[in-house]
Nanobody, 125 residues
């Protein structure tokens, strides 16, 4: 299974970006997906998670109400819509996937088997 993240860039505070994560090499609808981010000098942190069906999503408190995860199983793609961006959202964003992640573990990077290469998001003040 391969993941390819894209859509990062430079945006002013208050702006929006949409990240995409294209999944290939597997049956996409059987994978749950997560988004994580890592700022320089910091550990990788959970951003959000979407279940295999797309019916349930979960978010870190820091992005709740501003970010939205969605998926299009027909296009084998997961999206992260980011609105009202803040300078503290600056990081490399990674998508990840796994066949099933128990709810209590969705925030742990170690639970995911497959990772994309990351895409840089920079928010200027």
């Amino acid at each position: 299974v391969q993941l390819q993240a894209s859509g990062g860039g430079l945006v002013q505070a208050g702006g929006s970006l949409r990240l995409s994560c294209a999944v290939s090499g597997g049956t996409f609808s059987t994978y749950a997906a997560g988004w994580f981010r890592q700022a320089p000098g910091k550990e990788r942190e959970f951003v959000g998670h979407i279940r295999r069906s797309g019916g349930y999503t979960y978010y870190a408190d820091s992005v709740k109400g501003r970010f939205t995860i969605s998926r299009d199983n027909a296009k084998n793609t997961v999206y992260l819509q980011m609105n009202s961006l803040k300078p503290e959202d600056t990081a490399v964003y990674y998508c990840a996937a796994k066949g099933h992640v128990i709810l209590s573990a969705i925030r742990s990077p170690e639970q995911y088997d497959y990772w994309g290469q990351g895409t840089q998001v920079t928010v200027s003040s």
